[in-house]
Every structure is written in structure tokens, then in C-alpha cells.
């Protein structure tokens, strides 16, 4: 296997060595990138390597560390992208990675830190600058400082400090090449440590010395940024904020849909797949495989479930187009800094349920993909508001290929039944959080954040990360939706499924009111839950049958990637303790939704 | 007035005179906040939500359990935000 060049801070994934970079033996200095939480750290990290880090405009959004190779005149240096970290005394999950990562040490040091907030952001430079390692500031956002009044002296900062201090805005890349230069001027502070109980008083001085403050204006944004925190106002911006995202997200999704890849594939891939089928011969086996059934002599491209005819069609036609809009929806959300002012809203409501209101960044980002939902809850102070956030987002939160078949699936029956799943899972949702919070030992922390400031989304860096995130689906997605369809009817052809669908057959005609033939599909969900939606249309269910077995299918076992992230972050036993509670709720909310649909009809 | 952060009007300015002990108080503390410091309370949600402060031109949330232990102080505190 080729060797991992560093960990993707959204998805836990391996990043591929880049064949630019050096044989490690090549770069064995080591640079810590610190900072506080937000305040442009793997902006840096990527215009220093080249490689792409996610970053966004609200604290945790790295939660793990990534490295990457950076190169100067005649040096060669590791670059670790470290959490951030309001402190050294750690408060959560990202904090404990900082604290060790420090600990570790390394050649040299790059302290950034915000100049819109400079006498919190002292608290970290001052403990890491005690650790005696060469260091450099980065003096970040000093355009948005000076925009806000607040002026700061540089070089009186770096007499203070003794170590150099370079100014730089790290969207933009300014004074990054200055940064680089004076990397080797990095020296260890000959400042003393400063007790506890002098902190405070100690960083006043050096703010007074450094920082000048002038009045200004109240802006728009200003304005915009309270209200969006108002009892009233805050809410119903909140209710624009969604509604508007989910139109969005609707009116890419379908256009995609609608204008370019279904007639795409209806004029362009349609006829190749024919000549092939004409090749294959329907009937043999391979034609089984590949292509599928063929209806009336057509393919129908969501039933003949061959994989290159329904695989593709699912992956590229169902699911790609709602990957696509999700994620651009979400990550103009991300850099705008409006996330953490929807934690305000729903602190309340999550409370309720065991965690609190900064729980619906992981849970957001789980709606495009489980993964780095799961792994964002180590924003999360607690292991039980851990556990209790990570069990809810494999339970019942449909990540976007899920929710595009649900959508492509039931959608052309009738919305009713999108909106049936929909609320079967948010119930579950919130009586399954209930449930929790009442039974797990322990209490939850309270929401403490910062709410950043709004900030205009560059077009660039969305565009990157746009690209990344799709990217990252199509390389991580493709392989299991074809192969799982391959394995589906291989199994299928083996007579394996039927085997299985008849033992659990019972339960499933009891419980659920499904056939045995609806088993299969529940069970090779467990490969990717999109590729099991498309399963159960070739079995002919009814419209209420489709619901029931959608429902537990997206509550019951995670999707192989979920399951593997579930395991690193909570452990064998917890993983084994959140499986139980998937299986039992799914088969409770499947079964009483079964008993209602007989008790109607 | 010596009150809670909870009681505190919206858009009113108050000094930090006790902050909650524990590990809530760390969290504050690593966000800036400690005894003397001056906040301005910008909001408080309903239904026991968060409040909202803003210091030195930053906001942060703060958990409404919390906040009902964090004491501040309206007196000495007139004037405009540093």
C-alpha cells in the first residue's frame, strides 16, 4: 500500500504521497502550525504545502492533524497542520491531539494567531512559547483587524514576545513568502513562565503596549451578526437560512438531474449499453451481470440492475447530482460562519437530548456523509455526548446519496412517502436522543463557543473544497457502488441472498410486513445504503412496503465506512453497545410504522 | 447590580466579578473571559437557551446553565467597548 502523506480532515481518509514530495529521510525537521481554534491555521497548512486541507470559517474544523512537506531555500521541512487549541490544558478531544502533538515537540514552531482577538489568542502563544521551542508568530487577519478598529504594532509584539513576528492574511497569501524567509530566524522566547493566577495580568500588559483600539461605525454586518443571535429575528433567519439551503440543494439536484445527466444517458450511454447487451447476449451470465434484466427489450436503467447499467445510473444520474449541490450548499454555510449561530438555536432543543446546540455541525455535515459527521463530534467535550451524537447520526441521519434515492425512489410515487421517511427518522431522532440522555450515566457540558465573525465565501476556496468533496465521493464511492452491485448478484446468483432472506424471513414478515426477498437488500446495505435502495426496486413493493423497508434499512446497520470511523472514535465496546441500539431501533420504528400502515388499510 | 449573566438585559455592559467554578469555568477562561473583564450582553434564546455576549468585539455563547452561575457587576462599567 502506498504510504499515507497525511490524514483528510473531514473524511479520515489516507492522502496518496504526492510524487512531488521527498522520501522522509529527505525532511526529518518537524514544524508545528498552532494556533486557537478559527483562526486560519490550515489556510496556512495548504498555501504552505500545496496540499489541501479543509478548513472553514468556524472553530474544529480539524479535528484530527494532517502533514505535508514544505520546501525552502535549502530546507526541507515536515508541516503539521495541529487542532486548535484555546489552551494547553485541554478541554476536549482536538485540544488533547494539540497538547500531544506539542508535547512531541519539533525543530520549530509557527504560533498563528488572530489579530482581531489578540489578548485570548496570548493564553495559547504564551503556554507553547514556555515549551522552549524555536518559534515564529504568524500575525493573522490583519485586514479584518484593522477593519474592526483594532491596530496592532507588530514589532512592538515581537520586542515583547522575542520572537519574530510576521503579519500576514492567509486567504489572500500575504506575507506568506515573508514567513517562509524568516522561518529560520524561529528562537526559543526568553520570556519566563507566567503563573496562573498572573496570566491575565501579564497579557494586559503586553496588549496595552501592542494594541490600539479606534472607534468605528457600526457596520451592516455588525448588525446582521446580532440580529442573527435575536430571540425573534435569529430564528426566523435561522428558518430562511434552511428552507432557502434546501431549495438550493433541490433546485441544483434536479436541474443536474433533469437537464444535463438524464438526457445524457438516455442519448449517449443508453445506446452503447445496447450494443453491448447485443454483444453479451441476454441471458448469459455475463449479460446478468453487466447489463441486468432488460424490460420488453429495453434497459430500464433503475431496475435491470446490471452494474454498469443500474451502477452507473445510481451512482452518476441518482446520486452525484445531490453530492454535488449538498456540498456546495454546505460549504458556502461553512465559510460564511453561519453554522455556530445555528448552535445558538438549537442549543435548547439538543439539550434536550443529551448534547448540546454545537452538535449540529456533525450532525450537518453528517447529512452529506456519516463520516466525517462521526469524526467532527470530537468537537464534542464528553465521551457520552460522543457517543450519544455519533449513535444518533448513523441511526437517523440519512447522509446525501441515502436521501438521493429515497428522494429518486419514493419522490416518483408520491412526496407523501419522502415525507413519511423523513419523519420517521427525525422522530426517531429526537425520542431515541431522549432516550439516551434519560438512561446513559453521566451529564452533557454546556455549550461554550465562540461565533465567528461573517465572512464573504471566496470563490476559490470553494471551489476547491467543492471539488475535493466530490472528488472524495467519487473515489471513495465508485468502487462500492459497482462492486456492491457485482456482489448482489453474484450472491444473489449463488443462491447466497435467498439463503439468508429465508432465514431471517420470519422476522421480516412479522415485524416488518416485508418479503424475504426485501432482506437481501437490508443486508447489503451494509456495503452502501444507496446501492441497497436501488435493490428494492426490481421487488415490486408496495408504496407502504417501500417506506417500512427504506426506514429500517437507513436506521439498521452503518455503511461499511461508518462503521470502521465508529470504531476508531469509540472504541470496540462502545461501537458494539451503538450497533445494538441501531438494530433495536431500526426494527421498533420499522415495525410501528408497519403496524400503523396494516391498522389503516 | 451584582446579577447573574441570565439576568442581565440585552445590550447591557457589566464587569465579570465571579466566574463559575469547574471545568466551565476553564472553558471560559481559555476564551478570554475572567474576573474584571468588561462583556456586553447581546442576547439570551428562550426556552432556557444560550446567551450571548460579545467580548471584545467577539461573540461567544455561553450554555444557559452556565451562565446562571457566572456573576457580573453593571456598576463601573459605563462607557464605550474597548
Known amino acids: 500500500m502506498a504510504p499515507c502523506d497525511g490524514r483528510c480532515s473531514s473524511c479520515g481518509g489516507c492522502l496518496p504521497k504526492t510524487p512531488s514530495s521527498p522520501s522522509p529521510e529527505e525532511c526529518t525537521k518537524r514544524i508545528l502550525l498552532t494556533g486557537n481554534p478559527n483562526v486560519g491555521k490550515s489556510a496556512f497548512f495548504s498555501r504552505l504545502t500545496g496540499v489541501h486541507a479543509m478548513s472553514s470559517n468556524y472553530p474544529g474544523t480539524t479535528v484530527g492533524f494532517m502533514e505535508g512537506t514544505l520546501r525552502t531555500e535549502g530546507s526541507c521541512y515536515r508541516l503539521v497542520d495541529v487542532p486548535g487549541a484555546y489552551t494547553l490544558e485541554p478541554t476536549n478531544e482536538a485540544e488533547e491531539i494539540a497538547r500531544r502533538l506539542i508535547e512531541d515537540g519539533g525543530d520549530r514552531i509557527i504560533i498563528v494567531m488572530d489579530a482581531t482577538a489578540l489578548e485570548r489568542n496570548l493564553v495559547l502563544a504564551l503556554q507553547v512559547l514556555e515549551k522552549g521551542i524555536p518559534s515564529i508568530v504568524a500575525l ?292 431515541l436522543g431522549r432516550v439516551m440522555h434519560k438512561l446513559l450515566p453521566g451529564f452533557s457540558p454546556e455549550l461554550i463557543v465562540e461565533i ?104 439498521t446497520f452503518p455503511c461499511i465506512a461508518t462503521f470502521v470511523v465508529l470504531w476508531k472514535e469509540l472504541g470496540a465496546r462502545d461501537t458494539a453497545r451503538s450497533l445494538g441500539i441501531m438494530v433495536l431501533t431500526a426494527f421498533t420504528a420499522g415495525g410501528i410504522l408497519n403496524a400503523i400502515f396494516s391498522f389503516f388499510s | 447590580m451584582v446579577m447573574t449573566l441570565n439576568a442581565l438585559e440585552d445590550g447591557v455592559r457589566a464587569i465579570i466579578s465571579k466566574m463559575p467554578s469547574g471545568e466551565c469555568g476553564q472553558r471560559l477562561e481559555a476564551l478570554g473571559l475572567y474576573p474584571g473583564k468588561a462583556i456586553t450582553k447581546i442576547s439570551g434564546m428562550p426556552f432556557r437557551g444560550p446567551v450571548t455576549i460579545l467580548l471584545d468585539q467577539r461573540q461567544i455563547a455561553i450554555g444557559h446553565g452556565v451562565s446562571s452561575r457566572l456573576i457580573v457587576d453593571t456598576a463601573g462599567s459605563g462607557g464605550n467597548s474597548p
Not at chain 1, 445496447?274 to 420488453?296: A, E, K, N, Y
Not at chain 1, 428522494?407 to 419522502?418: A, D, E, M, Q
Not at chain 1, 451494509?526 to 415490486?540: E, H, N, Q, S, Y
Request: aromatic content about 8%; charged content about 15%.
Open chain 1, 140 to 431: 493573522n487577519m490583519v485586514d479584518e483587524a484593522r477593519h474592526r478598529g483594532v491596530l496592532v504594532d507588530a514589532a512592538a509584539l515581537e520586542e515583547e514576545l522575542g520572537v519574530p513576528v510576521v503579519q500576514t492574511v492567509a486567504v489572500t497569501g500575504q506575507g506568506i513568502r515573508e514567513l517562509v524567509v524568516r522561518l529560520d530566524e524561529a528562537r526559543i522566547s526568553p520570556l519566563s513562565a507566567t503563573p496562573r493566577d498572573e496570566r491575565w495580568q501579564r497579557i494586559g500588559a503586553i496588549v496595552s503596549r501592542v494594541q490600539r483600539v479606534v472607534h468605528r461605525h457600526h457596520t451592516w454586518r455588525d448588525r446582521l451578526e446580532d440580529l442573527s443571535v435575536h430571540k425573534l429575528w435569529g430564528a426566523l433567519i435561522g428558518i430562511c437560512v434552511l428552507s432557502l439551503s434546501y431549495m438550493v440543494v433541490r433546485e441544483i439536484g434536479e436541474g443536474l438531474i433533469n437537464r444535463l445527466l438524464e438526457p445524457f444517458f438516455e442519448s449517449a450511454v443508453r445506446p452503447v449499453l445496447m450494443r453491448v447487451s447485443d454483444l453479451l447476449g441476454p441471458g448469459s451470465s455475463l449479460h446478468t451481470l453487466l447489463i441486468g434484466t432488460l424490460f420488453d427489450g429495453q434497459i430500464d436503467f433503475e431496475q435491470s440492475f446490471g452494474v454498469i447499467s443500474t451502477g452507473l445510473y445510481v451512482e452518476f444520474v441518482m446520486v452525484l447530482p445531490y453530492i454535488v449541490a449538498f456540498y456546495a450548499v454546505l460549504s458556502f454555510l461553512e465559510d460564511s460562519g453561519y453554522l455556530p449561530r445555528l448552535a445558538i438555536l438549537f442549543d435548547s432543543l439538543l439539550h434536550r437530548i443529551g448534547i448540546h446546540g454545537y452538535a449540529v455541525i456533525p450532525t450537518l455535515l453528517g447529512l452529506g456523509c456519516n463520516v466525517p459527521g462521526i469524526l467532527a463530534t470530537r468537537v464534542l467535550e464528553s465521551r457520552r455526548e460522543r457517543f450519544i451524537a455519533a449513535t444518533l447520526i448513523s441511526v437517523a441521519v440519512p447522509c446525501a446519496a441515502l436521501q438521493a434515492m429515497v428522494v429518486g425512489v419514493l419522490g416518483s410515487i408520491g412526496l407523501r412517502y419522502v415525507l413519511l421517511v423523513y419523519g420517521a427518522l427525525l422522530l426517531s431522532w429526537v425520542v
Open chain 1, 452 to 555: 465567528p465573525p461573517y465572512r464573504m465565501p471566496s470563490l476559490h476556496a470553494f471551489a476547491v473544497k467543492l471539488w475535493f468533496r466530490v472528488r472524495g465521493f467519487l473515489l471513495e464511492a465508485t468502487p462500492l457502488v459497482l462492486g456492491g452491485i457485482l456482489l448482489a448478484n453474484l450472491l444473489t446468483t449463488a443462491g447466497v441472498i435467498g439463503f439468508l432472506s429465508n432465514l431471517v424471513a420470519p422476522v421480516f414478515n412479522v415485524v416488518l410486513g416485508l418479503p424475504a426477498s426485501a432482506a437481501g437488500a437490508i443486508l447489503l446495505g451494509i456495503l452502501r445504503k444507496d446501492v441497497a435502495v436501488g435493490m428494492l426496486v426490481p421487488l415490486g413493493l408496495s408504496a407502504n412496503q417501500l417506506v417500512v423497508a427504506t426506514v429500517t434499512l437507513s436506521m
